[in-house]
Structure formats: structure tokens, C-alpha cells
């Protein structure tokens, strides 16, 4: 298992760890800043640096509960002890992105009561599909205008912990489909944009929605009867 310190605190950017396995250019360690892809996020990029040698970090995955760090090298050694540094740049716009969505997700239903069905994301850019048959007229202009106001009103964005049935009783997380992750997680991160969205998700987010930057719908899309794709854009 390794110890996933993004958890935690999104916004560590420097660590020690120690080197646990090694297969070829595939490395864990004990403890990880490097957030695996997952759950529509990418993954990090980085640096891993031993007292030989400096490490890019190309990849990064999960696997039975350890976090596989694919490097460009094929050097590194079990136990060794190492400085790992995020691309902090690339972290912090996937945070701002990632914490968009979720901005864009409560203001959806909030104003329609519609579910989220799918997304996807890299830094400063994403695509999220609603359950919408069909968009609502002015749609892009007036989710637009609602997103822009939540994020200039500086909202705190809060992490906890609930036990599993604790959560699946959250009418408010039912929506986010808490009842699909495994029987085998008994303790739910939640995710809340106080006072407008509450979600499992186990990404990294900036601490006030005022981080996020200016928020944009490029375009509208249909998937499908039931399935229309939102993409968006940030500005600084």
C-alpha cells in the first residue's frame, strides 16, 4: 500500500520517500505527492531524485493499492531513500479544472436537478456530460453566468471523511453514485464546495473556488438521446 499524501494536502509539492518496489522503469514508493489517473483526472508529472540521479515521471497508476511510478530510467533500487517534486504548474491547473467541474456540476442541479454521466479532463480544459434530453434554451450563456458568480463568491472548499453508511444516507451524495464505489471502501472522502456541492471524489482541489480563474462553455454537444456533452475552458 502506499501512503497517498495528496489526500491530504493537494497542496504539497516536495517529499522524501522510500523506494519499495522496482520492475524496470516502474517504481513505488512507501508514500506518493503523484495523484495515479483516475476518476477522469490525469495523472501527475514530476521529478524523483536519488542521490545518483534525477527520475522523470512519465506515468502514473494504481494497481492493488500501490502507486506505480513510471520513470525514464531503469536504475533505481529497492530501499533507496528519495526527493520527489510535482510539476507543481501542471498540478494546480488540474486542481483548478477539477474543482470547476464540481462548481459546474452543483449549479446543474441545482437549476435542473440533472445527473452527471460522464467526464473527463486535462489541465484547463474538460468535457462533462448531463443526463439532459434536451438542453435547456441560453443554456451555455446562463450556466456560464451562474458558474462565474459561485466562483467570485470564495467559497471554502472542505475535505472529510465519512463512514460508508454515513454516505450512502447523504441525499446530497447519492446524486455523485456513492453506492457504485466497491463494498470493500468503508470510508468515503467527501469533497464540499460549502454551501453549494458535496461529492465523493478522491482528486485534488484548490481551497477557495476564487482559485479557479474565469470559467467558459466552448461548446455543447449530443451524445446521444438523454446524453449532452458540455466542454469548458479556464482563463487566468
Given at each position: 500500500?502506499?501512503d497517498?499524501?495528496f ?5 504539497l ?6 523506494v ?6 516502474l ?25 545518483e ?14 502507486v ?15 526527493a ?5 504548474e ?6 483548478r ?14 437549476e ?16 462533462m ?28 472548499i472542505?475535505?472529510s ?14 446524486r ?7 463494498d470493500?471502501?468503508?470510508t468515503?472522502?467527501?469533497v ?5 456541492d ?37 482563463h487566468?
Open positions: 500500500m502506499t497517498l499524501l489526500l491530504e494536502d493537494a497542496y509539492k516536495k517529499t522524501t520517500s522510500t519499495t518496489a522496482v520492475d524496470g522503469d517504481v513505488t514508493l512507501d508514500r506518493t505527492l503523484f495523484y495515479p489517473t483516475g476518476g477522469g483526472q490525469p495523472h501527475d508529472l514530476g521529478t524523483i531524485v536519488s542521490s540521479a534525477t527520475y522523470n515521471v512519465i506515468d502514473v497508476f494504481k494497481n492493488e493499492g500501490a506505480w511510478h513510471k520513470v525514464d530510467r531503469t536504475d533505481m533500487e529497492v530501499g533507496q531513500t528519495v520527489s517534486e510535482l510539476d507543481w501542471r498540478r494546480h491547473r488540474l486542481m479544472t477539477h474543482t470547476a467541474l464540481h462548481i459546474l456540476c452543483g449549479v446543474i442541479w441545482n435542473y436537478g440533472v445527473f452527471v454521466t460522464g467526464g473527463n479532463m486535462e489541465p484547463l480544459r474538460a468535457r456530460d448531463f443526463a439532459f434530453d434536451p438542453l435547456p434554451n441560453n443554456f451555455a450563456e446562463h450556466i456560464t453566468d451562474i458558474v462565474n458568480t459561485e466562483i467570485k463568491a470564495s467559497r471554502p472542505q475535505i471523511y465519512l463512514d460508508r453508511p454515513e454516505a450512502l444516507a447523504d441525499h446530497h451524495l447519492i455523485t453514485k456513492v453506492n457504485l464505489i466497491p470493500s471502501v468503508t468515503i472522502r467527501v464540499d464546495i460549502v454551501g453549494l458535496k461529492q465523493a471524489d478522491g482528486g485534488t482541489h484548490v481551497a477557495n473556488t476564487s482559485d479557479v480563474g474565469r470559467f467558459e462553455i466552448t461548446k455543447t454537444e449530443s451524445k446521444g438521446k438523454g446524453n449532452k456533452r458540455v466542454r469548458i475552458v479556464l487566468n
